[in-house]
Structure formats: structure tokens, C-alpha cells
């Protein structure tokens, strides 16, 4: 079955910038998002459509694809940035039409 | 403010079925298709089936798939999950969330939890 992959866990200063790389063979072929869940609340798309941002999330998140892999980039970490994030997409040619990632657990130092 | 209310998750014996209800209040409820997701406790989300705006098509994960089935009722605005033959590896929180225009899970319930234990 398809699968996408995340590292566990990234950890970065406070200024610093976060990188979460996401891989999986089909992702040259289908959209990826970016979710970021703190605990005990929902998850909230961060990224859409490999690189878009969704009304009211901030600047400092970004989203890239290159190849088989994409990447969420938080520029300039906050503290409020420490959470749980997954990448999702789609292979609507296999058993899974989405998947997620996963997830990888973003510490702020 | 849209919301989502999951009900229906309780403690279950392997082997037993329940019935999860997904019913959004002030959300245009038939105009998406929509999704149930789960988390097991430590691990990640997991997708697990999905039925278009009308109805016409479901789909579902390989873990679900011949066990679970998802369907909707559009003239009461609710999702649902009929969910049998449960297993142990099934315990996790069962959430809802739309397909938004973007292709995303954009709004989220706050889940139901379902337990399977002997």
C-alpha cells in the first residue's frame, strides 16, 4: 500500500527555520497538504496545493516539492509553531485515494 | 461558526459493530464530500473512507474496507459509519472532516472515541 514518509521529529531554536520533508512515490502526481495539530485541538491545513497558504497562516510557513518529497518550512519558529505536523495527499490509482503521513512532532527549544 | 459533532463511539468487544454519526451544525452540509479520519492512541492520522457530495461513490481504506461502511443522509445533514467486525487495532478517536474546496480536510470535529476490549 502507499505510504508516505516524515521524519518522527525536527527540533529548532526559537528564529530558527524548521524543515519537514514528506516523500512518497506518487507525489510528483498529486497535490500535498500540510496539517498542524497542537494537542488537544483539531487539525488546521497550514498548506495547500504543495504551496499554497490558507487565509490567517502566517507568512512563515511555506510549502516546496521537488521530485518525490515536498517541504514544509517555518521560517522564523514561534513557540506557538510547537505542534504535530502531517503531510497528506492522494493516489487515487492505488487502494488508498488519500493518505497521510506519519507526522512529525516539531519541538521548539 | 461551522461545527462538527461525532457521536456514537463507545466500548466494544472484538468482534462487534457500532455506528458513528458525524452532524454538522451551520455548514452547508450537502454541498461536500466527506471524509472519516482516526488517530490511535500514540500513533498518527489515518484516513479511512470517504463518500462524495451525493452519495454515489464511497471509498474506503484497505483496514476498513469490507468492514466499515460510510454513507449519508442529506435531507438530515448527517454522515455516518457503520462500523463491524470490530478489532483491537480499531481503538483510536473517529473524526469527521469535509473535502473543502482546495482538495483538503479543512473543518474538524472534536472526534468519538471507540475502544474495542474485551
Known amino acids: 500500500s502507499y505510504e508516505l514518509t516524515q521524519p518522527p521529529s525536527v527540533s529548532v531554536s526559537p528564529g530558527q527555520t524548521a524543515r519537514i520533508t514528506c516523500s512518497g512515490d506518487?507525489?510528483?502526481?498529486?497535490?500535498s497538504y500540510w496539517y498542524q495539530r497542537r494537542p488537544g485541538q483539531a487539525p488546521v491545513v497550514v498548506i495547500y496545493?504543495?504551496?499554497k497558504r490558507p487565509p490567517g497562516i502566517p507568512e512563515r510557513f511555506s510549502g516546496s516539492s521537488s521530485g518525490t518529497t515536498v517541504t514544509l518550512t517555518i521560517s522564523g519558529v514561534q513557540a506557538e509553531d510547537e505542534a504535530d505536523y502531517y503531510c497528506?495527499?492522494?493516489?487515487?490509482?492505488?487502494?488508498?485515494?488519500?493518505?497521510f503521513g506519519g507526522g512529525t512532532r516539531l519541538t521548539v527549544l | 461558526e461551522e461545527r462538527l459533532w461525532e457521536s456514537g463511539g463507545d466500548l466494544v468487544q472484538p468482534g462487534g459493530s457500532l455506528r458513528l454519526s458525524c452532524r454538522p451544525s451551520?455548514?452547508?452540509?450537502?454541498?461536500?464530500?466527506w471524509s472519516w479520519v482516526r488517530q490511535s492512541p500514540g500513533k498518527g492520522l489515518e484516513w479511512v473512507s470517504a463518500?462524495?457530495?451525493?452519495?454515489?461513490?464511497?471509498y474506503y481504506s484497505d483496514s476498513a474496507q469490507g468492514r466499515f461502511t460510510v454513507s449519508r443522509d442529506n435531507s438530515k445533514n448527517s454522515l455516518y459509519l457503520q462500523m463491524d467486525r470490530l478489532r483491537d487495532e480499531d481503538t483510536a478517536f473517529y473524526y469527521c472532516?469535509?473535502?473543502?474546496?482546495?482538495?483538503?480536510?479543512?473543518?474538524w470535529g472534536q472526534g468519538t472515541l471507540v475502544t474495542v476490549s474485551s
Open positions: 472532516t469535509n473535502l473543502g474546496s482546495h482538495g483538503a480536510f479543512d473543518t
Open positions: 451551520d455548514f452547508p452540509f450537502n454541498t461536500y464530500a
Open positions: 463518500i462524495s457530495a451525493t452519495g454515489e461513490k464511497t
Open positions: 506518487a507525489l510528483p502526481s498529486h497535490y
Open positions: 496545493k504543495d504551496n
Open positions: 497528506q495527499s492522494s493516489d487515487h490509482s492505488g487502494s488508498l485515494p488519500w493518505v
